[in-house]
């Protein structure tokens, strides 16, 4: 129905009621762009142009190792070449696909939000989409009061940053050993690994200390300038784990000093290690920031939330001249906002949490019973569906000959062996967990099952086979990359 111009909006400046607007016409579709045909065009040129225009070392890297795959679709866990070969997702998008890829109620969701034209981003009027996610995110973490949006888990890192040092007037973040918080410069001051910060100084006052050193931590907190400690629950380089108790204990340290605990839940959080959060493993830990991300964009749209306390908050935004003192561009869209709604509602229906952990522990407890039958696997750890495999110095002189040739060349190429027949054997994608690591890292859908657990451990079992047999193949494929790795010295 046509809005008369008696109810049309505010008066024009000669007083006369301001026109209603015509109703909206179809968009005409953009001359000369069709996504289908451009696809089928250009799409085989996929490494040439990411060469050529992007990354130069992405698709070098990606040839040396055989992972140059065209990938022509992808549902849940699992990927499709063009001849219709399926492949295992144990990676997951580096956990951004919590809930596998396409999921049928993220996308309706953002189908839905898209068709209904909302008024996004006006900058001038609160939207309902940023304040129900908030409030369906705030519920599942008690303690917690006030939410901001940004795109991205540096950019979550960042706004903890920024908050923790503005609330507390203090300058110094302290962060563990080996950490990894993201590549911007801020998240990047609280990074533990020297060849992400190499070249990129001066970076922001900050102090590693050793992951589950209270001793170390109370000496930096006794130097009265520390605003916060910025920690993962679990690393994700290397998949370690603090000692039980640590972050409680050290939560109580950084109080007394009046300095504030960063649980960076960008990759463990959203029901990763089997609990929404995996700081809640342990009783007793409220953090005064938490930084959330991947997950919860249902793989589609960039978000990250940076959760905190009201007096946090309040402190930042403190009077309307410091209004918008902390804000992103397309922050609180509505696409990452259905999308996050969306994967809410998927997580508690079908119960994503609890599969995480159900089927974490099997396949962490598959993959220890092979510990005793395989001299080069020496550890599987972490929690939920994040389990770290590591491998190290066999017993047999043979075997031992082998691995030192690969250590002499560089740490972590065994690993590299193992993820790169999974790969081209058996279909099955995953990635080491760091430079010069000995470890392969699991972060798979959180809605993969016992078949996928089962397909898994055969390979695995299948390629530690392999290399306890002395198998050709895998060991031909380790002196390439020997070569390799000698050449780029």
Known sequence: MTQSTEAAGPAEPNGSPAPAPAPAAEPAPAKGFDLARLLAER??????????????????????????????????????????????DMLAGFGVMGLGRHHPVVRKALHDVLDASLADLTRFDCQPLPGLLAERLLAHSPHLDRVFFGNSGTE????????????????????????????TTGSLSVNGEDSFRDGFAPLLPDTAVPLGDLDALERELKKGDVAGFVVEPI????????????????????????ALLIADEVQTGMGRTGAFYAYQHEEGVEPDLVCVAKALSGGYVPVSATLGKDWIFKKVYSSMDRVLVHSASFGANAQAMAAGLAVLSVMEDEKVVENARRTGELLKQRLTDLIPKYELL????????MVGIEFGRPNSLKLRSRWTMLQAARKGLFAQMVVVPLLQKHRILTQVSGDFLEVIKLIPPLTIGEREV?????????????AHGGGGLMWDFGKTLVKQAVANR
Do not use: C
Not at 378 to 385: A, E, I, K, T
């Open 43 to 88: 799409g085989a040129e996929r490494y040439e142009l990411h060469g050529r225009y992007v990354n130069p070392q992405l698709p070098r890297m990606l040839h040396t190792i055989g992972f140059d795959k065209f990938y022509e679709r992808a549902e849940g866990a699992y990927f499709w070449d063009a001849d219709g070969n399926d492949y295992l």
């Open 156 to 183: 979550a890192v960042e706004t903890a940053l920024k908050f923790a040092r503005y609330a507390t007037g203090r300058k110094r973040i302290l962060y563990a050993s080996h950490a990894f918080h993201g590549l």
């Open 235 to 258: 690393q994700g380089k290397g998949v370690h784990q603090p000692p039980a108790g640590f972050l409680r204990a050290a939560q109580d340290l950084l109080h007394k000093h009046k």
């Open 378 to 385: 020496h550890d599987v750890r972490g929690r939920g569906l």
């Open 454 to 466: 089962d397909r898994f451990v055969d390979a695995f079992t299948a390629v530690m086979d392999d």
